[in-house]
């Protein structure tokens, strides 16, 4: 389930980059590869590129604490399986 939302949500965010990046002069091909791939990030950079500074900083930080704290939780899990604690 989990999976399903975040395929929708890349999905969701790359329509809105390429609706979005032909209105602002932006190459949607490029903008639509990058939000299916990067997500969040990616909308948080195109906000910044597009002068919308304030929202686009806010979306890239949360969304790169985001990932780091994924990234940990994978990691101790990976630390605690290998170390036999259950």
Do not use: C
Request: hydrophobic content about 60%; charged content about 10%.
């Amino acid at each position: 389930m989990e999976g399903f939302f975040g395929l929708a949500l890349n999905i969701i965010l790359t329509i809105y980059l390429v609706i979005d990046s032909k209105k602002h002069g932006k190459n949607p091909i490029l903008w639509g590869i990058l939000g299916f791939v990067f997500g969040a990030i990616a909308l948080g950079i195109y906000l910044i590129k597009t002068d919308r500074k304030v929202v686009g900083w806010i979306v890239t930080i949360l969304s790169i604490l985001g990932y780091l704290a994924f990234l940990l939780l994978v990691g101790l899990a990976i630390l605690f399986t290998v170390a036999g604690f259950s």
